[in-house]
Nanobody, 117 residues
Framework: QVQLVESGGGLVQPGGSLRLSCVAS????????MGWFLQAIGKQRELVAT???????AYADSVKGRFTISRDNPKNTVDLQMSSLEPEDTAVYYC???????????WGQGTQVTVST
């Protein structure tokens, strides 16, 4: 079992920045990929960014150049630095990890990000 706790969401104006953080606990030695997903109202959950244990990253096209994912393996954390935020980024953001060898997914409780004037 892995538990994930997110923090850092909130209300920000267009063009602003936010940093999301997620800390993992439990069977952390099994964690492989860490990442962030978002789910806007009425839409399916979708990938934002992922990072492997050795630091390889992948991003959704919509956030490339604006968002940066980072990971601290000793602290079992994954962060998402979001810049140049747009109203379309408004969603609940979920931390996600995959564990090995099963590749089972674990999810955080979600944190709301609202981009609005």
């Amino acid at each position: 079992q892995v538990q994930l706790v997110e923090s850092g969401g909130g209300l920000v104006q267009p063009g602003g920045s936010l940093r999301l953080s997620c800390v993992a606990s439990g069977h952390i030695f099994r964690i492989s990929i860490m990442g962030w997903f978002l789910q806007a109202i009425g839409k399916q959950r979708e990938l934002v960014a992922t990072i492997s244990k050795d630091g390889n990253t992948a991003y959704a096209d919509s956030v490339k150049g604006r968002f940066t994912i980072s990971r601290d393996n000793p602290k079992n954390t994954v962060d998402l630095q979001m810049s140049s935020l747009e109203p379309e980024d408004t969603a609940v953001y979920y931390c996600n990890v995959k564990i090995v060898p099963s590749l089972r997914n674990y999810w955080g409780q979600g944190t709301q990000v609202t981009v609005s004037t």
